[in-house]
């Protein structure tokens, strides 16, 4: 399969696209479906903008200065748009539903504005614009009849690992996120069709899928075929009330997965929302042997002040009895989270939480942001009271805790033997893969060509982000081929949840 900004070089009679992706797993996933629908309208990738007929900008509103850099970017393809009016300049994603038809007041260069809703009509929008029809924009949410786009099986090669939208949306309102506004109200996909996908995946390479969601744990099946489990032992900091309602249908899901795909290896999900991190949850980690053992559990806040102003719906006393629940039942998990320093009104005292709760945890990874103001958010009505100075401080204090943690914890892998799914190779031309608990692993297999296979590494050594091995057993592995194909690197989630 093409990733999203891997390019070929473009020339000949065929149409031509360049297509940039800005944001998360699901910007990039939706970039690779619409990478599917122009070739399939004809279109072929191209190296840059230079030679493009097409130039796609897959849009991310979470971080702040989107539209600024959007703004600088379309300044810049106006240009080459003075030169060549027949370029057509799209522009896909959040910010394009969060601005809609004010985007084109202000950026009349853009032809189409496509919300993520309505990537399904991108071809036939192509056609009308090729035609002489003017500037369109198709925003708005598909409520009535939600459409979850499938990967083009004639696209795929031998991907090792791929990604399965289960549900899109959200029904939560923390107040920093733009999310609500942009992807709207959850809308989930039956998991008999999630499930087809899974299937057709494996028949075709894939070893392991990451389910995708923006509160991916929060599923329900909209065709009623799943059983909600029993909450189960009573949380001690959760009302049995509220554990009842944070209960969802995402075990059984991972159940029926797993039962009908036999040849799934692994199974992730991103991301999850920490109330939905429920006992049936926990018991499918335990019970489910391709459910790996790493989970991304955003927590945002060490601060239970904080934590209410961002509207979480979650104490630092329910996280850390929910992960160390997780942990009991998983042995070895690794979790990683994202972090937002400098929210209003968070003190010095906040923030020294915030760092207790890091060292308590030990996250294994750590992503960490400093607030900025959404548009369309609650959190615009509060002050933004944080001196830039001491965000900045307070991220760096977060880093160095973080890095000194996720250095101790890859130290403590070295001599040990990793199984690792072999992605690709990395920029040095050695191969690089994933531990089922999400370690990066790199090592060097001359002659041979282990990608999209399970292999056994022992660990040599440690680096800041990764960790480097030798194989076990080169015995059994074939032969290198002809040019290997690099699949794009997968990277841990940037935002929300
Ligand atoms: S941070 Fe996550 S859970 Fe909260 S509103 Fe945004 S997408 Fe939803």
Known sequence: MRSADETLGCAGPMPSYHLVTFGCQMNQHDSERMSELLEASGYVACDGPEQADLVLLNTCSVREKAEQKLRSEVGRLGMLKAQRPELVIAVAGCVAQQEGERLLKRLPQIDLILGPDRIAELGQALAEIELGAPQRVLTGFDMEEPRFLSANPGSLGADPSAFVTVMKGCNERCSFCIVPHTRGPERYRPAAEIVDEISKLCELGAREVTLLGQTVNSYRDPEQTLEREAPGTPWQNTTPRRAAEDESEFAA???????????????????????????????????????????????????????RRMLRRYSVAEYRERVAALAEAVPGVTLSTDMIVGFPGET?????????????????????????????????????????????????????????????????????????LVEGR???GAFTGRTQRNEIVHFEAPGLDPIGLLVRIRIEQAFNNSLFGKLVDASELPKERALPVTPQRRALPVVVA
């Open 348 to 420: 010095e005292d906040d923030f020294q939480k915030t760092l207790e709760l890091v060292r308590d945890v030990q996250f294994a990874g750590l992503f960490g942001f400093k607030y900025s103001v959404r548009p369309f958010t609650p959190a615009r009505n509060l002050e933004d009271d944080v001196p830039e100075q001491e965000k900045t401080e307070r991220l760096l204090r977060l880093f160095e805790l973080s890095d000194a943690i996720r250095l101790r914890h890859l130290e403590s892998r070295v001599g040990g033997q990793e199984t690792v």
């Open 253 to 307: 899901l991972l159940r029926r997965i797993v039962r009908q795909v036999p040849k799934l290896e692994r199974l992730r999900y991103t991301s999850p929302h920490p109330r939905h991190l429920t006992r049936s949850l926990i018991r499918a980690h335990a019970e489910l042997r391709p459910l790996v053992g790493h989970v991304h559990l955003p927590v945002q806040s060490g601060s239970d002040r904080v934590l």
């Open 426 to 428: 990395n920029k040095r």
